[in-house]
């Protein structure tokens, strides 16, 4: 927004419950994407993941495989320092955190304070999608996928109908189309923020900074 690029971010889970974890976490931009995966212990090779979801990607995908819920937040807090930059990017989500509460920044803050984990977005400014996606017509539609087909409605390598599909891959070990589930959300996320930016005014952005005070 304005001198600042945007930087989509999106997580996946394995449900709602207690006993739920953070299974992957997605990064886009304009010059590629960043999936983390959580394997739970399990196997997955990393270098056959980025081929296959390379054909979905202009500029490539890294894939980082970890073993466990705190090995992810590791990783989400290394790619946040290696490739987030205050002074060139916000980070953005749709859903991820609005005035009335929103899903992936608070799921993600009580994960760090689960594992003891430091905040990984300090001084990084943020502005969520689905604050401004009612300055479009989207006939009512509210859902990622729902606004995205309305505004957009480019093909997308989502081998879901319902994300609800992504709990029961992680469950079965399916990593490639939990992972390309991951690539299309942060992907779409990402286009309509740009869309956002060519028509939508600057103040409907509601910038902010994700920086705790202390």
Known sequence: MGDLDPIAFDIETSGFGNESVLTVAGFASTLGEVVILNTAGRQAN????????AEYSDYGVDVIVTDDEAGLLSAVEQVATDRLNKDRHYLTAYNGETWKGGFDLPYLRTACISHDVAWPFPNMAYADVFEFVDRFDTHD??????????????????????SKEAVDAFESGKWEPLLLHNLADIQRTLELAMLGERYVPRSDFKMKNLSPPN
Do not use: H, M, R, W
């Open 141 to 162: 539609e509210k859902g990622l996928v729902g606004v995205y087909d309305e505004l957009i409605g480019k093909a997308n390598c989502d081998p879901f109908d319902d």
């Open 46 to 53: 990393s270098t056959q993941l980025e081929q296959a979801l």
